[in-house]
Structures are given as C-alpha cells and as structure tokens.
C-alpha cells in the first residue's frame, strides 16, 4: 500500500463542520427527544439506533454509544462524515416538522466514534474481537466502503476476507473521491487501518481478470463479493473532448485529494464543470474553493432536474459556484491563446453559443466496468450487477456484489449496507439456516 | 399597577420579594447593591458565634444539561465577626429605611440568644429568623435543624426570643421531619409571629466515580448538606400549604424553596406566603432576576384584576384538601391535536411501558397486545386508528387514544414536547360527583340504617 505524501492540495481545505467539544456534544446530545420507533432509524440506510447512540452521549457513556454505532455499521467513522443526513436521518428529524434545528446526527456520530477510538487507542480495551476462525474465506473485489464492510463483519464473525484492490490505496472513494471540506484520504485511511486491524488481507495493485482470475478466486475461496465501484470518468461524445485542461471529474478529484505536489495553476481562471450531479457540485466547490475566480457548472436541464442535492448546491453557491441550465456542449476547440473555446446549445432558445475557459471537467457519470469481469454474472441495461435484494447476491451462486457497481452510484452508507448484507447472507448461507 | 408592599408580621416591604438568609446576603455592600436591583428585602446571613468554613463547600445536580437543577453546601453561618456585621446592618437600614433587614440568628444558650437579640435590634434590624433548619454542621453542635426537629425545644427557645424581643420574631423551620405541623405549631405556642420555611433538605448531592468520594469532595471526604433549588420547590410547596391550612397556625408564613421566577413566587403565595424568599436563583443568576419577578408578578396581578399581592395571599389554600374528599367522577381524557404532532411517539411509549397503555400508534394499532409477546395481556377494546388529516406534522407518526380506556392521568401531557399538542378533555360521566369520603359515610349509613 502507498503512504500518501503531506503534499497535498486537499490538505489546505479545513473541516467544514469540526469535530465537537466535550461540551458542544453534551448540549447537541440533551437536545434529542429521544423518540420512540424514531424516523430517524428509518432513513439510515444502516438502520443504526440513533437516539440510543445519542442518549449514551448524553450520559457520557461513550464507548457505548460508539459501540452502537459500529454494530449496525463498521464504517461509522467516515460515514458520520460523509453522509448526506440532510436528506436521511437528520432530514426525517421530528424537529423539523416543528421549526427546530434538526439533531446533527453526523457530528454527533463523528464525537463519539472519534473518541471512542481513540479511548480504545489509549486503553488497549478493543471494541471488537473477532470471533474463533471457522475456516471460511471470502474474496472482495475492490477495497471500497462495501468490500470493507463485508469483509469487518466478516472477520468479526471468524471468516477470513481478502480484499483485491486495483488501485495502491484502499478505501475506495472515501479516500480519492470524498470532498476534503468532508473527509481527507488521511482520515480515511485511518478508518482502513482500524477495520483492517480485525484480521482483513488485503492485496493492491492487482487487477481481477489481468493478475489474477475471477475462477481462480471462486476455487480459493467459499465466496466472491464484488465491491468493484465504478470506471473512468464518461466522456461527452463530442470533438476536442480529450487534450490538455480537459479532465474527468474524479480523476481530478483524485488528484486534489492524494497526488504530492498536485496543485491548480493560477493561470486556471475560469473552469466549465459539465454535468448535475453531486460529483459536478462537488469539483465545483472544491475548485471555487481552491481560488478559481470563475466557475461555471453546464446542466443540461433546469435546476429542479438536478440529481444533485439541493444543499450541496447552496453550498457551493456560497462559494461562488454558479449554475447555467439547460446547456448542452457540442464542441471543444483550443483557441491560438491556448484557452479552451466549448461550443454549446443553449436549450432555451436553441441557439449556439460559446464558452471560454481555462479547464473544462466532466462530471456526467463514470463507466460501469464491474460488468466485464464475468459473463456468467447478470447484469442490467444500465451496466448495473443485479442482486438479490435480501442477499445482494448475483445470478451467480457464489458471487454477491454490493456499492456503486450494483446501483450506479450511491451513498457510502448504501455501500456499507450492502456489505454486511451480503456478510450476513453468506453467514446464513453457510449455516444453512 | 397592582400594589406590591406587603406587611408580614409588622415586617414592611415594597415587595414580597426578599432574598433568603445564605451567601447572597453576606455583608452590606452585597445587600446595598440587591435593594439596589429591586429586592425589597433581605434575611441576613445567619449570626452566631462566627465559625471556619472548609474550602470545596457546593454541589450541584444537572439534569440533562441544565445546570443547578438542585444545589447542595455544607458552608456554615456567617464567618465574619459579629461587630462587623452589625456596623453594616446599621449602615444598610440607615440608607434603605423602607426595605427590610432582618437578620437570621443561631447560637446557643438564653444569654446568647438574649444578648444577640438586642444587638440586632440596636443595629436597626426590622425582625429576627431563628434559624431551625440548618441540616449540616451546625446541627451536630447542637444548633440549627438539631432544634428544628425538636418541637418542644424549638418552643423553648422560641419563647426565650419573643420574651426578649421588641421586633417581630420569624422560626425558621426545617423541612427534615416527619410532619411540618409538629415544628410549625410548637413555634406558635412559642410565641413566634412568623414562620420561614424550608431550609435545606439533608442531602448528598452525588458521588465522584473516580474516586469514590461523595460530593462536594473535601480532601477526599464529603458530609451531608443542605439541599435547595428549583428541585426542591414541590417539597416546600406541600410543607407552606400544611401550615397555611392549619387552623393551628393563624401567623403568616415566608415561602422559601426554589423559587426563581415570579410564576414560582406567585404559586408560594397563592398557597399561603406572604413574603417569599430567594436564594439559589441569585447565586446561579445575581440580583438582576428581581426585575422581571416584580414585573411579572405585577403584570400577572393585573391580568387577574388584584389590585394588591395580598389578595393573592392563600387564594389556593381552600383548594388544597385530602385524596379523600377529591371526586371520583371526574374524567378526563388526553386527545392528541394532529396538526401539532410531530411524531416523536414520546405519548405511546411512555402509556404503553409507564401508565396504561392507552395509547397506540398505525404501525401498531394494538401494540401492547400483539402474538405471541403479550405475557398474557389481552386487549381490552379493539381500537381502530382515526382518520388522519393531511395537515399532521407528524403524519404516519401521530399516535392515537383510546378514549373508553384512558385514564386521564396526564402523563402523555407531561412527555409531549410540543406545548398544547396533547390537551386534557373533560368527559361528561352522567354521574353526580362523589368523594371516596362520601362513598364510605354512605355505605356506612347503609351498614348504620
């Protein structure tokens, strides 16, 4: 595995919402009704008790409360982080249906896995012990947000997981892909360190289908669980896509978030970020963020229609990001001073116009590569892997999948869910229950 | 606006509001500065011979983040000497002849109390507290609560006073007994012409967990202390209105016990008190409190067409009785107003685990009841939930009341979070209303005839 440098650009954006106090926690901890048969459960993807956590807080039993974190979902460090909990469990709130604040669930989260880890770092006393080996073994594809919990619950359960990672770094997006302002790839990595600490291997820099083979991996171990994510950032389809200053989204999201020495020239005045959805908010914010005076999000239809969250968009309004509807690029030309000319139709009124920039980035999806690695594993028009939904298992016996690959790209927290699903579906599987 | 000037015992005042014996009336600078903020009286700090106090001397109890729900000392009377004390009586009453100053005293013997007596009356002093109460310290050297839970002592050395004692005469009584009423009427018979109460409650306020010592922690050892706050306010509440009914007791009564806003004082009055006092509130928030409680109050006598406070003075008295003479036919039931709910569900769950299960939800409309679960409960009605309205803030989530079962006991009322979302409905029952009291002379007439 690589260590990454302190180099780096993401390392100059600071926490846009800082880990609480004793105090601030104690106060936002007492302010939960503590509801019965609470709304907020529900929209966790995880179904992580949620006012259980908070009282716990609140009586400053905090291991407790990150223990219950971390029995419904092993990846609560980085999930309090990254979650969207306005729209999940902050949004479904009973405070807000009565003029309050809603709960800041995420933070609270964040306080108590926090310091519970680092009492745990403290104390030598483990959250978890994994239970005596049964001799299982399981091999993940990809060592994202739902290989990683597939493999902790696992582990926990006395299995042996492998994790298969293409890339030199695991953790998957909450390494290269998480807005900086949300989590660094160093935090992330801790995550990793912490859940890999169960008992979880871990080979990287190695393709399945190139360095290894799918079969292979179904002869060497009682089950496969693909946890592959998403490909390459999608092109457009037009001329003069590729070429300098022309970057895929996560690519450079990536590069911001772990290359040394990466930085945005300030010669980069004016970026066209392509797309609506919340990776196109995101690079967004981050480049408007990083001090490009000019940035331009292109959607091809209105606001409204927008994938993207509503308050990630406010957000990156704030920083000066703006959006321009139902604009569809044609054309990409290099004008003789070396900028980049895009050619676009203007929907409303169906005119050609032209845009001039210094970077222009696609955020209009990635490819869905999980599909090649095996005919036998059926898959959707969408290039989507199809699961059972109770055992997110594939059309093969042996194979379940979880995460982007089966869904097309969703939250961390979905990922997590599917991995202890399918953790839980192999368990049942082989108890024969 | 209405008047506030009271007159208790030949004790007058601008107001009912007088701050209770205890730090915030140490010395004259501080009570100078409180007649200043408002307060139209003070009992100074207890007088006696002057004592040594131990450093680390409060405790507090917290109750979900808010501090100083109930406060706990083991500080003793007043450490200075009683010269100076006296000098800054005379100094106060000198500037303030309109406010009152009464001073609380505790020592032992009848030439002490005889002596201190006409000291307090030199210096001015509009009356005297014979502190009863106190539950720490100086009760183990025979003084404070150790003579308020002796009636007939307590009578004694309340007679010594009012025999030397040209100024009205306050016992202050300590709530650590069994029945408010013995003190209470042994200081009457004493010759007191008014009573206080409470002191402090004898408590110990909590425990370090790291070191096992209870708290306050002083050099790893703690005592038991005085307990007083907001917390103690339904205690004294009960222990005012024992004596105010009492036929027994025709003198007027000092509430003291919790009181921090002027809703609090004008409860205190209305169940007997014709001054009410205040200690924690200030040392949790300063003199300034006393604005709003004059204006408060004011506003509240107003509102309620009282043209002076002593027309509130034991208004509810007559209203408080025994559990036997309360109706029996009375009924009411809790009714849920949707549009107000957020769904919290803090009503099903605590009738469901905590009162009697007269409450249910759509997820579960029999939910106390259902398979395999129900430790041999059966149902007792079968509820279908209401109609919902689309207005309901808490939508699916709003529970529902089966009214033939509740109770009306108002505990769903009390949980809800949401102020007038779970209102208290009087059902007409058809029936006349009957006490326990008249149901069992009934039935012994029935027996008797």
Not at chain 2, 243 to 261: E, F, N, Q, W, Y
Request: charged content about 25%; overall charge negative; aromatic content about 6%.
């Amino acid at each position: 595995m690589d260590k990454l440098s302190e180099n780096r650009l993401e390392t100059r954006f600071s926490d846009a919402k800082p880990l609480y106090t004793d105090s601030e926690a104690q106060i936002e901890a007492n302010r939960c009704l503590f509801c019965y048969d609470a709304p907020c459960i529900k929209a966790c993807p995880t179904g992580i008790d949620i006012p259980a956590f908070i009282k716990k807080i609140a009586t400053g039993n905090i291991r407790g409360a990150a223990k219950t974190i971390f029995e419904a979902n092993l990846l609560g460090v980085s999930t309090a982080r990254v979650c969207p909990v306005e729209t999940l469990c902050a949004g479904a709130c009973v405070y807000n249906d009565y003029d309050k604040r809603p709960i800041q669930i995420g933070r609270l989260q964040r306080y108590a896995t926090n310091r519970a880890l680092k009492m745990e770092k403290q104390s030598g006393r483990k959250l978890f012990t994994p239970k005596k080996k049964t001799g299982k073994k399981v091999a993940l594809i990809g060592a994202g947000p739902a290989s990683l919990a597939c493999a902790a619950y696992l582990t926990l359960e006395g299995v042996e997981p492998v994790l298969f990672e293409v890339g030199n770094l695991p953790g998957g997006l909450n390494t290269t892909g998480i807005a900086p302002y949300k989590l660094q790839a160093t935090e992330a990595l801790q995550e990793v360190e912490w859940l890999l600490q169960f008992g979880i291997g871990i080979k990287t820099g190695v393709t399945v289908g190139k360095d290894i083979q799918l079969q292979e991996l179904l002869r060497d171990f009682d089950a496969v669980f693909i946890g592959a994510g998403l490909g390459k950032d999608k092109l457009p389809g037009i001329p003069g896509e590729t070429g300098s200053g022309r970057w895929g989204a996560t690519e450079l999201i990536t590069k911001i978030k772990t290359d040394s020495g990466f930085i945005v020239p300030d010669e980069v005045q004016q970026v066209l970020v392509i797309g609506g959805g919340n990776t196109a908010i995101d690079i967004a914010r981050e480049l408007a963020m990083l001090g490009v005076p000019e940035v331009n999000i292109l959607y091809r239809r209105t606001e409204a229609e927008m994938p993207g969250y509503a308050h990630e968009l406010e957000s990156a309004r704030k920083h000066g990001v703006r959006l321009q509807e139902c604009i569809v690029p044609k054309e990409v030309e290099e004008s003789s001073n070396g900028r980049l000319v895009l050619t676009v139709e203007n929907k409303n009124n169906g005119k050609l116009e032209k845009f001039e920039s210094d970077w222009l980035v696609y955020a209009i999806g990635q490819e869905k590569h999980a599909a090649r690695l095996s005919k036998e594993i059926e898959v959707n028009d969408k290039g989507w892997i199809v699961v059972d939904e109770a055992t997110r298992r594939t059309s093969h016996p042996k194979i379940y999948a979880g995460g982007d690959c089966i869904n097309g790209g969703k939250e961390v927290v979905n990922a997590v869910a599917d991995g202890r699903e399918a953790a839980k579906a192999m368990l049942r599987e082989w108890s024969g229950e | 606006m209405a008047d506030l000037a009271i007159n208790m015992c030949g004790i007058k005042s601008p107001n009912p509001f007088w701050l209770a014996s205890g730090p915030p009336t140490n010395c004259g600078e501080q009570i100078m500065r409180a007649f200043d903020a408002g307060w139209g009286g003070a009992v100074w700090k207890t007088l006696g011979d002057p004592i040594v106090n131990v450093s680390s001397r409060l405790g507090s109890v917290d109750y979900a983040g808010n501090r100083m729900s109930g406060l706990n000392n083991i500080e003793l009377i007043t450490d200075r000497p009683l010269e100076a004390n006296f000098r800054e009586i005379y100094a106060v009453k000198k500037k303030y002849p309109d406010h009152a100053v009464i001073v609380s005293l505790m020592v032992e013997s009848r030439e002490e109390w005889k002596e201190i007596v006409n000291m307090s009356i030199d210096a001015g002093a509009d009356g005297l507290e014979l502190n009863f109460g106190c539950p720490h310290g100086m009760c183990e050297r025979g003084m404070g609560s150790s003579v308020g839970q002796e009636p007939k002592v307590l009578e004694k050395i309340t007679s010594w006073v009012a025999e030397a004692s040209s100024i009205p005469v306050l016992v202050k009584l300590t709530p650590n007994v069994g029945d408010i009423l013995d003190p209470g009427l042994a200081a009457v018979k004493g010759g007191a012409d008014g009573l206080s109460l409470i002191n402090t409650i004898k408590s110990i306020v909590g425990v370090d967990l790291d070191n096992f010592v209870p708290l306050p922690s002083v050099r790893n050892k703690s005592t038991n202390g005085g307990y007083c706050g907001p917390a103690v306010k339904p205690i004294a509440l009960h222990m005012i209105a024992a004596l105010a009914r009492d036929p027994g007791v025709k003198i007027p009564i000092s509430g003291i016990g919790g009181i921090s806003t002027w809703r609090d004082a004008a409860e205190f009055i209305a169940l007997g008190s014709t001054s009410v006092q205040v200690c924690t509130a200030v040392m949790h928030y300063g003199y300034r409190i006393v604005e709003d409680m004059i204006d408060g109050l004011s506003n509240y006598l107003d509102d309620k067409g009282m043209r002076s406070v002593n027309e509130l003075i034991g208004k509810a008295v007559p209203n408080y009785t025994d559990w036997g003479n309360l109706d029996l036919n009375y009924k009411i039931v809790a009714r849920i107003n949707e549009e107000k709910c957020i769904g919290c569900q803090l009503c099903y769950i605590a009738c469901l685990d905590g009162a009697h299960q007269c409450i249910h939800t759509r997820q579960n409309p029999c939910s106390a009841f259902h398979g395999e679960s129900d430790h041999g409960a059966r149902p007792r009605t079968e509820v279908k939930p209401p109609v919902m309205h689309e207005s309901s803030a808490g939508g699916e989530h709003v529970p529902f009341i089966d009214e033939e079962e509740c109770v009306g006991c108002n505990l769903c009322n009390l949980v809800c979070p949401v102020p007038a979302c779970i209102e208290m409905v009087e059902q007409d029952t058809g029936k006349a209303p009957e006490s326990w009291n008249e149901r069992m002379s009934k039935q012994l007439g029935g027996f008797g005839g």
